[in-house]
Protein backbone atom coordinates (compact mmCIF):
# COMPACT_ATOMS: atom_id res chain seq x y z
CA UNK A 1 0.00 0.00 0.00
CA UNK A 2 2.65 2.06 1.24
CA UNK A 3 4.80 1.46 -2.54
CA UNK A 4 1.37 2.18 -4.51
CA UNK A 5 0.98 5.49 -1.99
CA UNK A 6 4.45 6.89 -3.17
CA UNK A 7 3.99 5.95 -7.00
CA UNK A 8 0.69 7.87 -7.18
CA UNK A 9 2.03 10.77 -5.11
CA UNK A 10 4.93 10.77 -7.53
CA UNK A 11 3.26 10.23 -10.52
CA UNK A 12 0.74 13.51 -9.90
CA UNK A 13 3.56 15.75 -9.15
CA UNK A 14 5.32 14.97 -12.25
CA UNK A 15 2.15 15.12 -14.63
CA UNK A 16 1.43 18.50 -13.42
CA UNK A 17 5.00 20.06 -13.42
CA UNK A 18 4.87 19.23 -17.00
CA UNK A 19 1.18 20.13 -17.94
CA UNK A 20 2.74 23.33 -19.54
CA UNK A 21 4.92 21.07 -21.70
CA UNK A 22 2.09 20.85 -24.33
CA UNK A 23 2.47 23.92 -25.58
CA UNK A 24 6.23 23.60 -26.36
CA UNK A 25 7.63 24.87 -29.45
CA UNK A 26 7.11 23.41 -32.86
CA UNK A 27 10.88 23.84 -33.79
CA UNK A 28 11.89 20.41 -35.10
CA UNK A 29 15.15 18.18 -35.75
CA UNK A 30 15.47 14.96 -37.55
CA UNK A 31 16.97 11.83 -36.08
CA UNK A 32 17.51 9.43 -39.12
CA UNK A 33 17.79 5.14 -36.74
CA UNK A 34 18.03 2.07 -38.49
CA UNK A 35 16.00 -0.66 -37.51
CA UNK A 36 16.21 -3.34 -39.13
CA UNK A 37 17.41 -2.85 -42.68
CA UNK A 38 15.08 0.37 -43.09
CA UNK A 39 15.38 4.13 -42.29
CA UNK A 40 12.79 6.44 -40.71
CA UNK A 41 12.95 9.93 -38.92
CA UNK A 42 12.38 10.80 -35.69
CA UNK A 43 11.51 14.60 -34.87
CA UNK A 44 11.55 16.62 -31.72
CA UNK A 45 9.82 19.34 -30.35
CA UNK A 46 12.00 22.34 -29.12
CA UNK A 47 12.21 22.24 -25.14
CA UNK A 48 11.75 25.28 -23.10
CA UNK A 49 14.23 27.36 -21.87
CA UNK A 50 14.59 27.19 -18.02
CA UNK A 51 16.73 29.76 -16.64
CA UNK A 52 18.61 30.02 -13.44
CA UNK A 53 17.63 31.11 -9.95
CA UNK A 54 18.70 34.68 -8.40
CA UNK A 55 21.28 33.06 -5.73
CA UNK A 56 22.99 30.77 -8.85
CA UNK A 57 26.30 31.66 -8.79
CA UNK A 58 28.21 33.50 -12.31
CA UNK A 59 30.36 30.85 -14.35
CA UNK A 60 33.58 31.26 -14.83
CA UNK A 61 36.80 29.71 -16.58
CA UNK A 62 38.74 27.34 -14.97
CA UNK A 63 41.80 28.97 -12.90
CA UNK A 64 44.25 26.93 -14.68
CA UNK A 65 44.53 28.40 -17.78
CA UNK A 66 47.08 26.14 -19.81
CA UNK A 67 44.10 23.41 -19.02
CA UNK A 68 41.71 26.24 -20.39
CA UNK A 69 43.64 26.53 -23.60
CA UNK A 70 42.38 22.68 -25.15
CA UNK A 71 39.16 24.48 -25.55
CA UNK A 72 37.76 27.20 -27.58
CA UNK A 73 37.98 30.72 -26.36
CA UNK A 74 34.34 31.71 -26.29
CA UNK A 75 33.66 28.04 -24.47
CA UNK A 76 35.91 28.75 -21.86
CA UNK A 77 33.48 30.15 -19.51
CA UNK A 78 31.12 27.45 -19.77
CA UNK A 79 33.50 24.53 -20.65
CA UNK A 80 36.24 24.87 -18.06
CA UNK A 81 34.08 26.41 -15.18
CA UNK A 82 34.17 25.55 -11.98
CA UNK A 83 30.93 26.75 -11.05
CA UNK A 84 29.48 24.78 -13.41
CA UNK A 85 27.86 21.28 -13.37
CA UNK A 86 29.73 19.09 -15.52
CA UNK A 87 27.50 16.23 -17.50
CA UNK A 88 28.83 13.35 -19.67
CA UNK A 89 26.51 11.35 -21.51
CA UNK A 90 27.01 9.26 -25.11
CA UNK A 91 24.63 9.97 -27.90
CA UNK A 92 23.95 7.73 -30.62
CA UNK A 93 20.75 7.19 -32.62
CA UNK A 94 19.35 4.17 -31.30
CA UNK A 95 18.82 5.37 -27.83
CA UNK A 96 18.73 9.69 -28.92
CA UNK A 97 14.96 9.75 -28.06
CA UNK A 98 15.63 8.53 -24.41
CA UNK A 99 18.90 11.02 -23.99
CA UNK A 100 16.76 14.34 -25.12
CA UNK A 101 14.23 12.82 -22.48
CA UNK A 102 17.16 12.71 -19.98
CA UNK A 103 18.73 16.20 -20.54
CA UNK A 104 15.09 17.85 -20.57
CA UNK A 105 14.54 16.04 -17.00
CA UNK A 106 17.79 17.64 -15.34
CA UNK A 107 17.04 20.88 -16.96
CA UNK A 108 13.15 21.13 -15.73
CA UNK A 109 14.74 19.95 -12.07
CA UNK A 110 17.53 21.95 -11.78
CA UNK A 111 17.76 25.35 -9.91
CA UNK A 112 20.79 26.48 -12.07
CA UNK A 113 19.91 25.00 -15.13
CA UNK A 114 21.80 27.77 -17.31
CA UNK A 115 24.89 26.38 -14.99
CA UNK A 116 24.81 23.14 -15.78
CA UNK A 117 27.50 21.81 -18.90
CA UNK A 118 26.85 18.82 -21.10
CA UNK A 119 29.67 16.35 -22.85
CA UNK A 120 28.54 14.48 -25.17
CA UNK A 121 30.41 11.16 -26.34
CA UNK A 122 29.58 9.85 -30.10
CA UNK A 123 31.20 7.30 -32.15
CA UNK A 124 33.54 7.85 -34.32
CA UNK A 125 35.37 6.68 -37.57
CA UNK A 126 37.09 7.26 -40.46
CA UNK A 127 33.47 6.35 -42.89
CA UNK A 128 31.45 9.25 -43.98
CA UNK A 129 28.30 7.53 -42.44
CA UNK A 130 29.80 8.12 -38.67
CA UNK A 131 31.03 11.56 -39.59
CA UNK A 132 27.26 11.99 -40.89
CA UNK A 133 26.01 10.72 -37.82
CA UNK A 134 27.94 12.76 -35.40
CA UNK A 135 26.69 15.68 -37.60
CA UNK A 136 23.28 14.78 -37.03
CA UNK A 137 23.42 14.09 -33.62
CA UNK A 138 24.63 17.58 -32.39
CA UNK A 139 22.08 19.60 -35.07
CA UNK A 140 19.73 17.30 -33.07
CA UNK A 141 20.57 18.74 -30.06
CA UNK A 142 21.60 22.15 -31.22
CA UNK A 143 17.50 22.60 -32.37
CA UNK A 144 16.01 20.89 -29.67
CA UNK A 145 18.01 23.03 -26.82
CA UNK A 146 18.90 26.05 -28.64
CA UNK A 147 20.71 27.56 -25.31
CA UNK A 148 22.12 24.34 -23.96
CA UNK A 149 25.84 24.46 -22.94
CA UNK A 150 27.49 21.57 -24.82
CA UNK A 151 30.25 20.17 -26.07
CA UNK A 152 30.70 16.98 -28.51
CA UNK A 153 33.27 14.77 -28.09
CA UNK A 154 34.11 11.45 -30.97
CA UNK A 155 35.14 8.54 -29.08
CA UNK A 156 37.14 6.33 -31.68
CA UNK A 157 35.39 2.81 -31.64
CA UNK A 158 38.80 1.08 -32.40
CA UNK A 159 40.26 2.20 -28.77
CA UNK A 160 38.17 -0.40 -27.33
CA UNK A 161 36.38 -2.56 -30.56
CA UNK A 162 39.57 -5.45 -29.46
CA UNK A 163 38.72 -5.51 -26.42
CA UNK A 164 35.19 -6.18 -26.39
CA UNK A 165 33.86 -9.71 -25.41
CA UNK A 166 30.37 -10.89 -26.52
CA UNK A 167 28.31 -10.72 -23.28
CA UNK A 168 24.55 -11.77 -22.32
CA UNK A 169 23.14 -8.88 -24.06
CA UNK A 170 23.99 -7.66 -28.03
CA UNK A 171 23.33 -3.80 -26.80
CA UNK A 172 25.86 -4.56 -24.23
CA UNK A 173 28.26 -4.96 -27.05
CA UNK A 174 28.06 -1.79 -28.61
CA UNK A 175 31.67 0.17 -28.47
CA UNK A 176 30.24 3.42 -27.63
CA UNK A 177 28.67 1.39 -24.01
CA UNK A 178 32.42 1.24 -23.05
CA UNK A 179 33.26 4.91 -23.40
CA UNK A 180 32.68 6.07 -19.94
CA UNK A 181 36.00 4.36 -18.95
CA UNK A 182 37.53 6.79 -21.29
CA UNK A 183 36.24 9.88 -20.02
CA UNK A 184 39.61 11.29 -18.30
CA UNK A 185 41.37 10.53 -21.77
CA UNK A 186 38.38 12.73 -23.62
CA UNK A 187 37.46 15.68 -21.78
CA UNK A 188 39.83 18.74 -21.32
CA UNK A 189 42.04 18.62 -18.24
CA UNK A 190 40.29 21.72 -16.95
CA UNK A 191 37.06 19.11 -16.37
CA UNK A 192 38.02 18.01 -12.71
CA UNK A 193 34.89 16.58 -11.82
CA UNK A 194 31.81 15.07 -14.08
CA UNK A 195 28.32 13.15 -13.15
CA UNK A 196 27.93 10.51 -15.70
CA UNK A 197 24.70 9.01 -16.61
CA UNK A 198 23.30 6.92 -18.89
CA UNK A 199 21.05 7.57 -21.70
CA UNK A 200 17.50 5.60 -20.54
CA UNK A 201 17.07 7.44 -17.03
CA UNK A 202 15.36 10.71 -15.48
CA UNK A 203 16.05 12.68 -13.24
CA UNK A 204 13.71 14.15 -10.64
CA UNK A 205 15.94 16.21 -8.47
CA UNK A 206 18.19 19.18 -8.83
CA UNK A 207 21.10 17.25 -10.15
CA UNK A 208 23.38 19.74 -8.52
CA UNK A 209 22.94 18.25 -5.43
CA UNK A 210 24.25 14.82 -6.92
CA UNK A 211 27.42 16.76 -8.31
CA UNK A 212 28.10 17.69 -4.94
CA UNK A 213 28.57 14.25 -3.24
CA UNK A 214 31.95 14.21 -1.46
CA UNK A 215 34.42 12.02 -2.44
CA UNK A 216 36.45 11.73 0.74
CA UNK A 217 40.15 12.15 0.89
CA UNK A 218 40.66 9.44 -2.05
CA UNK A 219 37.62 7.81 -3.73
CA UNK A 220 37.62 7.82 -7.33
CA UNK A 221 34.36 8.12 -7.42
CA UNK A 222 30.60 7.95 -6.07
CA UNK A 223 27.76 6.08 -6.62
CA UNK A 224 24.86 4.22 -5.47
CA UNK A 225 26.12 0.60 -3.52
CA UNK A 226 23.96 -2.59 -3.10
CA UNK A 227 25.36 -4.63 -0.58
CA UNK A 228 22.43 -7.14 -0.83
CA UNK A 229 23.19 -7.97 -4.09
CA UNK A 230 25.20 -11.19 -5.04
CA UNK A 231 28.37 -9.79 -6.26
CA UNK A 232 29.44 -13.76 -6.56
CA UNK A 233 26.76 -13.96 -10.04
CA UNK A 234 28.50 -11.16 -11.84
CA UNK A 235 31.38 -13.34 -12.24
CA UNK A 236 31.94 -17.00 -14.28
CA UNK A 237 32.65 -20.22 -11.59
CA UNK A 238 36.37 -19.66 -13.89
CA UNK A 239 36.37 -16.52 -11.68
CA UNK A 240 36.00 -17.62 -8.53
CA UNK A 241 37.70 -21.39 -9.19
CA UNK A 242 40.99 -19.55 -9.70
CA UNK A 243 42.87 -18.98 -6.76
CA UNK A 244 44.56 -15.73 -7.69
CA UNK A 245 41.76 -13.80 -8.82
CA UNK A 246 39.34 -14.86 -6.51
CA UNK A 247 41.17 -12.50 -4.16
CA UNK A 248 40.15 -9.92 -5.90
CA UNK A 249 37.93 -8.80 -3.52
CA UNK A 250 39.58 -10.12 -0.33
CA UNK A 251 40.96 -6.95 1.52
CA UNK A 252 37.83 -4.53 0.68
CA UNK A 253 34.13 -4.95 1.44
CA UNK A 254 32.76 -4.96 -2.11
CA UNK A 255 29.44 -4.17 -3.17
CA UNK A 256 27.30 -4.03 -6.63
CA UNK A 257 27.30 -0.25 -7.70
CA UNK A 258 25.61 0.95 -11.33
CA UNK A 259 27.61 2.61 -14.15
CA UNK A 260 24.62 4.66 -15.22
CA UNK A 261 24.72 7.25 -12.28
CA UNK A 262 28.29 7.63 -11.05
CA UNK A 263 29.82 11.09 -10.17
CA UNK A 264 33.76 11.18 -11.19
CA UNK A 265 37.03 12.72 -10.06
CA UNK A 266 38.49 12.86 -13.01
CA UNK A 267 42.14 14.62 -11.69
CA UNK A 268 42.02 11.25 -9.58
CA UNK A 269 41.38 8.91 -12.25
CA UNK A 270 43.88 10.79 -14.33
CA UNK A 271 46.31 10.22 -11.62
CA UNK A 272 45.63 6.88 -11.14
CA UNK A 273 45.72 5.98 -14.56
CA UNK A 274 41.78 3.94 -14.45
CA UNK A 275 41.73 3.99 -17.90
CA UNK A 276 44.64 0.78 -18.20
CA UNK A 277 43.48 -1.02 -14.90
CA UNK A 278 40.05 -1.12 -16.66
CA UNK A 279 41.69 -2.30 -20.18
CA UNK A 280 43.59 -4.85 -18.11
CA UNK A 281 40.83 -7.23 -16.88
CA UNK A 282 39.44 -6.61 -20.28
CA UNK A 283 42.12 -8.45 -21.83
CA UNK A 284 41.92 -11.02 -19.10
CA UNK A 285 38.37 -11.38 -20.10
CA UNK A 286 39.71 -11.89 -23.69
CA UNK A 287 41.90 -15.18 -22.36
CA UNK A 288 39.55 -16.28 -20.33
CA UNK A 289 35.87 -15.69 -19.53
CA UNK A 290 35.68 -14.43 -16.14
CA UNK A 291 31.88 -11.95 -16.69
CA UNK A 292 29.15 -12.08 -18.79
CA UNK A 293 27.91 -8.70 -18.39
CA UNK A 294 29.33 -5.88 -20.92
CA UNK A 295 31.27 -3.10 -19.25
CA UNK A 296 29.86 -3.69 -15.78
CA UNK A 297 32.38 -6.02 -14.43
CA UNK A 298 35.44 -4.30 -15.06
CA UNK A 299 34.21 -1.29 -13.20
CA UNK A 300 33.65 -3.35 -10.09
CA UNK A 301 37.09 -5.60 -10.11
CA UNK A 302 38.69 -2.07 -10.21
CA UNK A 303 35.96 -0.01 -7.26
CA UNK A 304 34.11 -2.56 -5.75
CA UNK A 305 34.67 -1.33 -2.35
CA UNK A 306 36.70 1.62 -2.97
CA UNK A 307 33.99 4.21 -4.12
CA UNK A 308 32.30 7.12 -2.17
CA UNK A 309 28.80 6.37 -0.97
CA UNK A 310 25.44 7.96 -2.58
CA UNK A 311 21.46 7.78 -1.69
CA UNK A 312 20.03 4.99 -3.44
CA UNK A 313 17.56 8.14 -4.40
CA UNK A 314 19.86 8.71 -6.66
CA UNK A 315 19.52 5.57 -8.91
CA UNK A 316 16.44 3.76 -8.40
CA UNK A 317 17.59 1.33 -11.17
CA UNK A 318 16.14 -1.71 -12.82
CA UNK A 319 12.83 -0.43 -14.20
CA UNK A 320 13.91 -2.04 -17.12
CA UNK A 321 13.78 -5.38 -15.97
CA UNK A 322 16.59 -7.69 -16.52
CA UNK A 323 18.72 -8.94 -19.19
CA UNK A 324 16.70 -10.89 -20.98
CA UNK A 325 12.88 -10.53 -20.97
CA UNK A 326 12.86 -6.71 -19.82
CA UNK A 327 9.60 -6.99 -17.71
CA UNK A 328 7.64 -4.29 -15.00
CA UNK A 329 9.21 -3.57 -12.26
CA UNK A 330 8.27 -1.46 -8.70
CA UNK A 331 10.45 1.32 -7.64
CA UNK A 332 12.58 0.44 -4.79
CA UNK A 333 11.44 1.87 -1.05
CA UNK A 334 11.55 5.16 -0.42
CA UNK A 335 12.49 8.82 -1.85
CA UNK A 336 13.23 9.62 -5.51
CA UNK A 337 15.72 11.45 -6.99
CA UNK A 338 16.48 9.73 -10.44
CA UNK A 339 14.56 6.95 -12.82
CA UNK A 340 16.48 4.38 -14.27
CA UNK A 341 15.29 2.20 -16.94
CA UNK A 342 18.44 -0.06 -16.76
CA UNK A 343 17.72 -3.68 -18.19
CA UNK A 344 15.82 -4.70 -21.71
CA UNK A 345 12.92 -2.52 -21.26
CA UNK A 346 13.03 0.87 -22.76
CA UNK A 347 9.92 3.14 -21.59
CA UNK A 348 9.48 4.68 -25.33
CA UNK A 349 10.23 1.55 -26.96
CA UNK A 350 7.14 -0.05 -24.66
CA UNK A 351 5.00 2.66 -24.99
CA UNK A 352 5.41 2.66 -28.83
CA UNK A 353 3.93 -0.76 -28.97
CA UNK A 354 1.62 -0.17 -26.25
CA UNK A 355 2.28 -2.46 -23.80
CA UNK A 356 4.21 0.10 -20.95
CA UNK A 357 4.60 -1.01 -17.74
CA UNK A 358 3.28 1.50 -15.03
CA UNK A 359 6.19 3.11 -14.22
CA UNK A 360 6.65 4.02 -18.23
CA UNK A 361 3.93 6.73 -17.43
CA UNK A 362 6.36 8.58 -15.37
CA UNK A 363 9.16 8.92 -18.00
CA UNK A 364 6.27 10.32 -21.02
CA UNK A 365 6.18 13.53 -19.90
CA UNK A 366 9.72 14.27 -20.80
CA UNK A 367 9.57 12.99 -24.17
CA UNK A 368 10.03 15.11 -26.89
CA UNK A 369 9.54 13.19 -29.93
CA UNK A 370 7.07 14.22 -31.88
CA UNK A 371 4.20 12.16 -33.02
CA UNK A 372 4.13 10.98 -36.48
CA UNK A 373 0.53 12.70 -37.28
CA UNK A 374 2.04 16.16 -36.51
CA UNK A 375 5.31 15.49 -38.45
CA UNK A 376 6.09 18.65 -40.51
CA UNK A 377 4.92 17.95 -44.52
Known amino acids: MRKQSLRSLLFLSLYISFFTLSSTAAATTTAAVNGGGTNFAQQFREAPEFYNSPDCPPLSAAADDDDAEEVDDKNDIFICSEKAVHVAMTLDAAYIRGSMAAILSVLQHSSCPQNIVFHFVVSASASSAAVSAASLLRSTISTSFPYLNFQLYLFDESTVAGLISTSIRSALDCPLNYARSYLANLLPLCIRKIVYLDSDLV ?140 GKGKPWARLDANRPCPLDALWAPYDLLKPPFSFDS
Not at 213 to 220: E, I
Not at 247 to 268: P, Q, S, W
Not at 323 to 329: A, I
Open 203 to 342: VVDDIAKLAATPLGDDAVLAAPEYCNANLTSYFTPAFWSDSSLSLTFAKREACYFNTGVMVIDLDRWRAGDYTTKIEEWMELQKRMRIYELGSLPPFLLVFAGNIAPVNHRWNQHGLGGDNFRGLCRDLHPGPVSLLHWS
